[in-house]
């Protein structure tokens, strides 16, 4: 079993994920709606979100621009820089208004989680390189 999760694949296309991320930010409006809570939260979950996609997307260009060490170095910090920035707007936003805030960070974190998974179960199933 570890053998299997240590054994290098292709990295899948980020298509699929991305877009099961967005349905699940989409499905949320609803369900903001139907419960009577703040849209504002849902529109901060789906805005941080949507800086999320595009600064990674604006990241991994350029690490694909530059297949190097140095292109993959700029890649990873950025995505923690990218990471911890975006956790930063949900504190200031917290500091406001904590609710606010709450419902934010729930509507990002079920998109992310959603989209990650999806990652991890493209990348397992796909054939590991030889």
């Known amino acids: 079993m570890p053998g299997a999760l240590l054994t290098p694949r292709p990295l899948p296309d980020r298509r699929v994920p991305v877009a099961l991320g967005g349905a699940v930010i989409a499905l949320a409006l609803p369900v903001f709606l139907l419960?009577?809570?703040?849209?504002?939260?849902?529109?901060?979950?789906a805005l941080v979100w949507a800086a999320s996609q595009l600064?990674?997307?604006?990241?991994?260009?350029?690490?694909?621009?530059?297949?190097?060490?140095?292109?993959?170095?700029?890649?990873?910090?950025?995505?923690?820089?990218?990471?911890?920035?975006l956790a930063l707007v949900l504190i200031v936003v917290a500091v406001v208004d904590p609710s606010l805030a709450l419902a934010g960070a729930l509507v990002y974190a079920a998109a992310y989680s959603a989209e990650l998974a999806a990652g991890?179960?493209?990348y397992f199933s796909g054939s590991p390189r030889t």
């Open 120 to 122: 991890l179960v493209l």
């Open 35 to 45: 419960a009577g809570w703040r849209v504002e939260g849902w529109a901060l979950g």
């Open 55 to 85: 600064l990674g997307l604006a990241l991994a260009r350029k690490g694909i621009g530059e297949p190097t060490l140095r292109g993959s170095g700029l890649v990873a910090f950025g995505m923690m820089g990218r990471g911890i920035g």
